[in-house]
């Protein structure tokens, strides 16, 4: 892909939350359609990508989580509208495991689950999970170093690698 001139940039944050080798993930609605995801959006004034991530797991799924490592870094070009969202997805812990996800109805979350992702059928989970966990997931139980994923869009839908 070539780079664009964005004419807007903006920041977000994500969360990978483990229990018992399941991932805590929010099915939401969005204009794309309705996916799974991890709990996750975008950053605000004078929040760090860290307190963003905790912040997204409290609205979307009812939890408190402490941010542990860091993941991956992610850039989404957004090619019809010029604009490009830096962020990154963080492993974080439950403060308080005995608490069980609900979903935050108000925020567009129709669904929060503890699941194996790969459990879900193509085109389930959101474009920008399924990129993490694509690389996250098989090496999760490794300490290896964070990597970097790209997403390209368009006007007519998500462009390949």
Same mark, same amino acid.
């Given at each position: 892909?070539?780079? *664009? /001139?964005p004419?807007?940039?903006?920041?977000?944050?994500? @969360?990978?939350?483990l229990?018992s080798?399941? =991932?805590?993930? *929010?099915?939401?609605e969005r204009?794309?359609?309705?996916?799974?995801?991890?709990?996750?959006?975008?950053?605000?004034?004078?929040?760090?990508?860290?307190?963003?991530a @905790?912040?997204e797991?409290?609205?979307?799924?009812? #939890?408190?989580v /402490? @941010?542990d490592r860091? *993941?991956?870094? $992610?850039?989404? $070009?957004? &090619?019809?509208?010029?604009?490009v969202?830096?962020?990154?997805f $963080? &492993?974080?812990? =439950?403060?308080?495991?005995d608490?069980?996800p609900?979903?935050?109805?108000?925020?567009?979350?129709?669904?929060?689950?503890?699941m194996?992702?790969?459990? &879900?059928?193509?085109?389930?989970?959101?474009?920008?999970?399924?990129r #993490?966990?694509?690389?996250?997931?098989?090496?999760?139980?490794?300490?290896?170093?964070?990597f970097? #994923?790209e997403?390209?869009? +368009?006007? +007519?839908?998500y462009?390949?690698?």
């Amino acid at each position: 892909m070539s780079p *664009i /001139a964005p004419t807007r940039t903006t920041a977000g944050a994500a @969360v990978l939350v483990l229990r018992s080798d399941r =991932l805590l993930m *929010i099915r939401q609605e969005r204009r794309t359609g309705v996916r799974w995801e991890v709990p996750g959006g975008g950053q605000e004034a004078g929040e760090t990508l860290e307190a963003a991530a @905790v912040r997204e797991a409290r609205e979307e799924a009812g #939890v408190e989580v /402490a @941010v542990d490592r860091l *993941i991956s870094t $992610y850039a989404s $070009y957004r &090619l019809h509208t010029g604009t490009v969202v830096l962020g990154a997805f $963080y &492993l974080g812990t =439950l403060v308080n495991p005995d608490v069980e996800p609900v979903p935050q109805l108000d925020d567009g979350i129709v669904e929060v689950r503890w699941m194996d992702p790969r459990s &879900l059928g193509e085109g389930e989970l959101g474009p920008l999970t399924e990129r #993490v966990l694509d690389r996250w997931w098989p090496v999760r139980h490794q300490a290896d170093a964070p990597f970097h #994923v790209e997403l390209w869009r +368009s006007r +007519s839908g998500y462009l390949p690698d």
